[in-house]
C-alpha cells in the first residue's frame, strides 16, 4: 500500500539543482494525497520562470515509481510561490518581494531593451511585474511599451487622504516613467538632486502593490539617481548591459565595480551582451559579428559572474520597440526565444541569490 510518509521518503531524493538541497527539506512538496496507486502533490518553486521545471517534475515522477510503487500513477501539480529574503524594514515598497536593476556603463548599448523584454517575459512566465522607467533624462520605457501620451490615474489606496500614483498596465506588467508625467517636447534639464528627488518619488508615490518582481531601468553611468536607488530600497540584485566592443565593455565595468563596492555590495545577477551579432532575415544560420566578439562573456568571466547570454541584432527587435510591441511578445521575432531564456536565467539565478547569500537590505553610506 502507498503512504504519504513513503511518499515524502521517496521525494527526499530529489534535489533542486539550484538550491542544493532536496524538495522535502525546502518545503517545496505540499497538498500529499493518496487514493490507492493515484499519488497526486503539489511542488511549489521558487520562481513561475524556473527552467528546471521539467527536470525536477521527471526527477518526482521517477523517484516514486522507482522507491514507492512501479504501479503508481503521479499526478503533479507544479506551481511556484516567488521567495524574497528582504530583511529591511519594508517601510518602502512593502509588497515588492524582489528588486532588479538593470545597469550599463554607457549608453546605447540597449540597457531598456533588455529592462522591457525582461519584464515582459517574466510576466508571460506568470510572475507579476512592475517596470520603473528611471533614465529621467533619456525615458524610452512609454514608446517601447506603446503608451506614449498616457497620463497615470490617482488613487488613494490607504484611505488617508494621500493620493498615490496609479501605474499604466500594458502587457500584462504595471509600468512608470517619467515620460508619462512631462510632455515629450520638453527637455528634462534637473540637476542631480532633482533628479534623484524624481526617483524617490516615483518609488514612495507610486502605488505598485504586489509584486514579484521590480525591475529598474537605470540612467547609464554611475551616478546620483543609482546612489539614491541604493540608500532608498533594498536591491536583490543587478543585471548589467553591455555591447562586444572593448569600450562598452570598459564602461560596463565600471558599473559592476559600483556595485561591488564594499559600501554598496549588491549581488550582480549576470551580465547580457546585447547586439552580439548581426543575423540577417534572408541568412538566419548566419552571424557576423560587427562589433567585435565575446567582449562582453570575457567580462563575466574576468569577474566570475554569470553570463545570461548574447542578445543578436535583429530588425525586428528596433521595430518592436518602436512601434511598441517588444520582441519578446512576438512569436515570429527570432529574439523571443533568446529574450525568455535570458528571464529565466535571471529568475534563477534571484532563486539562488535568496537562498544562498546574505538578506537584502538597504544601503548604508557613510556620507
Given at each position: 500500500m502507498i503512504t504519504k510518509e513513503a511518499v515524502l521518503k521517496a521525494l527526499g531524493n530529489v534535489d533542486d539543482p539550484d538550491l542544493g538541497k532536496d524538495l522535502v527539506t525546502l518545503n517545496m512538496v505540499q497538498d500529499v494525497e493518496i487514493d490507492g496507486n493515484k499519488v497526486s502533490f503539489s511542488v511549489?518553486?521558487?520562481?513561475?520562470?524556473?527552467?528546471?521545471?521539467?527536470?525536477?517534475?521527471?526527477?518526482?515522477?521517477?523517484?516514486?515509481?522507482?522507491l514507492v510503487s512501479k504501479e503508481a500513477e503521479v499526478n503533479i501539480h507544479m506551481t511556484s510561490n516567488v521567495n524574497s529574503n528582504r530583511k529591511d524594514n519594508k517601510a518602502?515598497?512593502?509588497?515588492?518581494?524582489?528588486?532588479?536593476?538593470?545597469?550599463?556603463?554607457?549608453?546605447?548599448?540597449?540597457?531598456?531593451?533588455?529592462?522591457?523584454?525582461?519584464?515582459?517575459?517574466?510576466?508571460?512566465?506568470?510572475?507579476?511585474?512592475?517596470?520603473?522607467?528611471?533614465?529621467?533624462?533619456?525615458?524610452?520605457?512609454?514608446?517601447?511599451?506603446?503608451?506614449?501620451?498616457?497620463?497615470?490615474?490617482?488613487?488613494?489606496?490607504?484611505g488617508t487622504g494621500k493620493g498615490k500614483i496609479v501605474p499604466i498596465e500594458k502587457f500584462g506588467i504595471k509600468a512608470m516613467?517619467?515620460?508619462?508625467?512631462?510632455d515629450e517636447k520638453q527637455a528634462v534639464v534637473w540637476r542631480g538632486p532633482m533628479a534623484s528627488s524624481a526617483?524617490?518619488?516615483?518609488?514612495?508615490?507610486?502605488?505598485?502593490?504586489?509584486?514579484?518582481?521590480?525591475?529598474?531601468?537605470?540612467?547609464?553611468?554611475?551616478g546620483d539617481v543609482h546612489l539614491t536607488l541604493v540608500q532608498a530600497v533594498p536591491i536583490t540584485g543587478s543585471v548589467v548591459v553591455s555591447t562586444p566592443q572593448a569600450v562598452a565593455s570598459a564602461d560596463a565595468k565600471k558599473a559592476i565595480m559600483m556595485f561591488k563596492q564594499p559600501q554598496i555590495n549588491i549581488p550582480?545577477?549576470?551580465?547580457?551582451?546585447?547586439?552580439?551579432?548581426?543575423?540577417?532575415?534572408?541568412?538566419?544560420?548566419?552571424?557576423?559579428?560587427?562589433f567585435g566578439q565575446g567582449g562582453a562573456k570575457q567580462m563575466a568571466e574576468q569577474f566570475d559572474?554569470?553570463?545570461?547570454g548574447e542578445?543578436?541584432?535583429?530588425?525586428?527587435?528596433?521595430?518592436?520597440?518602436?512601434?511598441?510591441?517588444?520582441?519578446?511578445?512576438?512569436?515570429n521575432n527570432p529574439a523571443k526565444t533568446i529574450f525568455m531564456e535570458l528571464s529565466r536565467n535571471v529568475?534563477?539565478?534571484?532563486?539562488?541569490?535568496?537562498?544562498?547569500?546574505?538578506?537584502?537590505?538597504?544601503?548604508q553610506m557613510m556620507e
Open positions: 511549489v518553486l521558487t520562481t513561475p520562470a524556473c527552467p528546471m521545471k521539467e527536470m525536477i517534475e521527471k526527477a518526482c515522477i521517477n523517484a516514486i515509481k522507482m518602502l515598497l512593502p509588497q515588492v518581494k524582489n528588486i532588479i536593476a538593470v545597469a550599463s556603463g554607457k549608453g546605447g548599448v540597449g540597457k531598456s531593451t533588455v529592462s522591457v523584454n525582461l519584464a515582459l517575459g517574466l510576466a508571460q512566465e506568470g510572475a507579476k511585474v512592475g517596470l520603473l522607467d528611471a533614465d529621467i533624462y533619456g525615458p524610452s520605457v512609454p514608446i517601447m511599451l506603446g503608451i506614449k501620451g498616457e497620463r497615470p490615474k490617482m488613487t488613494d489606496p490607504d516613467s517619467i515620460g508619462l508625467l512631462v526617483l524617490k518619488q516615483f518609488i514612495t508615490d507610486v502605488h505598485w502593490g504586489e509584486l514579484d518582481y521590480l525591475i529598474i531601468d537605470l540612467p547609464p553611468g554611475t550582480i545577477l549576470g551580465v547580457v551582451e546585447n547586439m552580439a551579432y548581426f543575423t540577417p532575415a534572408e541568412l538566419p544560420e548566419n552571424k557576423y559579428y560587427i559572474l554569470p553570463y545570461l542578445v543578436p541584432i535583429v530588425e525586428g527587435i528596433r521595430e518592436g520597440g518602436d512601434r511598441g510591441t517588444p520582441a519578446v511578445l512576438d512569436s529568475a534563477r539565478n534571484v532563486s539562488m541569490r535568496n537562498a544562498n547569500m546574505e538578506p537584502t537590505k538597504v544601503v
